[in-house]
């Protein structure tokens, strides 16, 4: 019993804990009684623990295998913050210089170092090797091991050199550790790493304060998120993102909403990831919009929702970044967007790679879409997948179990399907076993003479919507199981095989259907005018500020802007600014008159204003608009500007217009002098001074042949940016 009374009081004196959590102290017992481990436990469920307390216990140092920097940084800081001593735990990696490695190599040969973290890289260098084997290594801790499998959702091939480089050095106890692993890539791990019979520690899976959702992904989807984190404000929340593009795009979307929020991608440079990284900790900003690669890094407990834009590669990777919320045990809500033309775009982004490659790929991303469109608790799919059993049917903390479907009979379709499987000797995977009950003559499966089968095509008068939740939740059941050396191959169980003998009730729900209405572009602003007696109001009102300022009304406001607001009841300059052609300069100038109107008439009419939140966007091609404007303050002439930006000269001047009619001055006449009469100028301009329309070809017509269409257009610019602007 002394041995646990000290390791409690090493806990105590080192971490300042009480207790253990879960398996910990068993882990550490074995590491210590000189066995290898395997060690499965979930995001927050204390894993560095598990080899950071025997590391300072034991005699030598203990090397750690992590692979991101940032990782071994915030870990190294951690130990040497909590020891008198200089040194204890130290990094070697591609980020120091040789001055730095000097000092981490003479501390260790000291006998100073008790942790000692290494890139897979740097413990594979054929120069570190000498370093490695001249001092005492107590073990070998392998972090996040799933890097080892190409069916784990981070694969590093240098993972794989891992166990020969050990074989060069010295042989020490081996505990490596992962927060998601499936069976396969468990046996994966262990086989690599030559731990055939380590310990096996097995964490639950189950986060029971996560709540799971999955929406579909429309139109309006950055509203939605906007909308979602108003609802939840000022707390800390990642949004995750397959692009850096979409990264950059959605970070300035929630910035120009007055959400603070940052992006943070492998294309920043190292200072601006770490002061992001830094912000995000220290609560200066709420929101980080991500590509993967963000949050491994850093441990912050208090998470309050992980978002998918883009749905995940594989559901280890979902469920790893939704982990990082709420692991102080709070709330945790996580939202993931779901189109089925996502997963086709991630299909294609493998085209190219090897063949196996491709093919693991797709079956990581088919367990994906079955969790996204199924209609089964979301709880109880995912510890599925990672080979654990959820008992309940009902977790009262997902989208399916909050709103559930309703239950349909199934056992003859799951007969069908068991009787399916059986007559093809359990060798196929699931779109073949649907395409041999449906009785599809596949190339693949007349090439297999399974067409000629008694059972080919005994399900083909079933709905085709029916056969993937039957299979889905007959692996759930437990009645079928997934090959785990060949990954995907249906094979029935036992308790397949006693419900073929003896059929008994297997109720199912249908899976959910997403349409695909999602496209990746800006929305078009609609012109329905909901209120066509206020839309009369503002024209009129429109009409009085044009004569006060001796204008013509559209260089107020166009009548896409008057019908928006008759639309929407915009009701401050803020909000003003969310309407088509009203940029700041505009609403600053003319718009007050325009909202006292608006709230006059929503009182008096007791009109109930859209609740639904006005989201202010970010054009896509807010970036063009910024050189274009830089450019012309440049006085760069017009054609270079073009070429410059690869725009045709008329691309250039559509770019031009929508900037002056949305408020902001520009000055052109520097090229206006380059290219035009100023005769021709002044007759261009007093036309629109005097004309009720700006319309192109109405100017045409009045000025004759004479005069260009790019000529009136130029000049129009002009005469808006000085007369509207």
Not at 212 to 222: L, Q, S
Not at 450 to 476: C, M, T, Y
Not at 560 to 581: D, F
Request: hydrophobic letters at 35%.
């Amino acid at each position: 019993m002394t041995k646990e009374v000290n390791l409690t009081a090493k806990l105590k004196h080192y971490f300042g804990f009480d207790t253990f959590k879960g398996d910990q102290e068993a882990i550490i017992k074995n590491l210590l009684a000189g066995n290898d481990a395997f060690v499965l436990m979930p995001t927050g469920g204390g894993k560095s623990l598990c080899y950071q307390l025997p590391s300072l216990i034991m005699e030598g140092t203990a090397i750690v295998v992590s692979p991101l920097i940032a990782l071994m940084k915030n870990q190294v800081d951690v130990i040497n913050g909590m020891s008198e001593d200089e040194g204890v735990a130290h990094y070697l990696n591609s980020s120091l210089n040789k001055s730095a490695i000097q000092q981490v190599m003479d501390d260790v040969k000291a006998g100073k170092t008790k942790l000692l973290y290494v890139a897979p890289e740097s413990l594979n260098k054929e120069e570190n090797l000498e370093f490695f084997r001249s001092f005492k290594i107590s073990f070998y801790a392998i972090d996040e091991a799933h890097c080892i499998s190409e069916w784990g959702h981070d694969f590093r091939p240098e993972y794989r050199n891992i166990r020969p480089t050990i074989n060069k050095i010295c042989n020490a106890p081996v505990i490596a550790l992962t927060a998601t692993a499936t069976d396969k890539v468990r046996t994966d791990i262990k086989k690599s790493l030559g731990i055939v019979d380590a310990k096996e520690f097995k964490s639950s899976f189950n986060r029971p304060n996560l709540y799971y959702e999955v929406r579909p992904k429309t139109k309006d989807i950055d509203k939605q998120i906007i909308m979602f984190i108003k609802q939840h404000p000022n707390r800390s929340g990642i949004i995750y993102c397959l692009s850096r593009k979409k990264v950059e795009e959605l970070a300035e979307i929630l910035k120009a909403n007055d959400i603070k929020a940052a992006p943070y991608h492998a294309g920043l440079d190292s200072v601006t990831r770490s002061q992001t990284q830094d912000d995000f900790l220290m609560e200066t900003i709420d929101v980080i919009v991500a590509t993967i690669a963000f949050g491994m890094g850093i441990d912050k407990p208090d998470v309050r929702f992980v978002i998918h834009y883009d749905i995940p590669k594989s559901l280890e990777g979902y469920y790893q970044e939704t982990g990082r919320a709420g692991r102080d045990g709070g709330e945790g809500n996580c939202i993931a967007f779901y189109s089925s033309k996502d997963l086709k775009k991630l299909e294609k982004f493998m085209e190219g790679k090897p063949v196996a490659e491709q093919d693991i790929g797709r079956q990581l991303l088919q367990e994906t879409a079955a969790y996204a469109e199924s209609s089964v608790c979301r709880r109880k799919m995912l510890l599925h997948y990672f080979g654990e059993d959820y008992p309940k049917d009902n977790c009262g903390n997902c989208d399916n179990c909050l709103h559930p479907k309703e239950r349909i009979e199934a056992k003859d379709q799951l007969l069908i399907v068991l009787e399916a499987i059986n007559a093809i000797k359990e060798n196929f995977r699931q779109e073949y076993v649907i395409d041999f009950v449906k009785g599809r003559a596949t190339d693949d499966i007349v090439s297999h003479k399974h067409d000629e089968l008694e059972e080919f095509g005994s399900g083909e008068d079933e709905e085709e919507k029916i056969w993937n939740p039957v299979i889905r939740q007959a692996l759930i059941a437990g009645y079928l199981k997934k090959d785990v050396e060949n990954y995907g191959l249906l094979k029935i169980t036992a308790a397949g095989k006693r419900f073929m003998k003896s059929p008994k009730s297997f109720m199912i729900v249908l899976d959910t259907e997403f349409n695909d209405d999602y496209e990746d572009e800006e929305p078009q602003g609609g012109t329905a005018v909901l209120d066509p007696e206020l839309f009369a109001m503002l024209k009129d009102l429109r009409k009085k500020v044009a004569k006060k300022q001796n204008l013509p009304p559209y260089v107020i406001f166009q009548d896409v802007s008057l019908e928006q607001m008759a639309t929407m009841y915009p009701v401050t300059l803020q909000e003003l600014q969310n309407i088509q052609g009203v940029g700041a300069g505009k609403a600053k100038r003319y718009g007050q008159d325009f909202c006292n109107l608006i709230k006059q008439h929503c009182t008096e009419n007791d009109i109930e204003r859209p609740e639904e939140l006005r989201v202010r966007t970010v054009a896509k091609k807010s970036m063009l608009k910024v050189k274009i404007i830089q450019s012309i303050d440049r006085q760069i002439a017009f054609d270079d500007i073009a070429n410059a930006l690869g725009l045709e000269f008329d691309e250039l001047l559509d770019e031009v217009e929508a900037i002056v009619y949305s408020g902001t001055k520009l000055n052109i006449d520097y090229f206006l002098e380059d290219v035009m009469d100023d005769d021709r100028v002044e007759d261009i301009y007093e036309y629109f001074r005097e004309s009720e329309t700006d319309d192109i070809e109405a100017a045409l017509d009045e000025l004759g042949k004479d005069y260009s269409e790019d000529e009136i257009r130029l000049v129009r610019i002009k005469f808006l940016s000085e007369m509207a602007n």
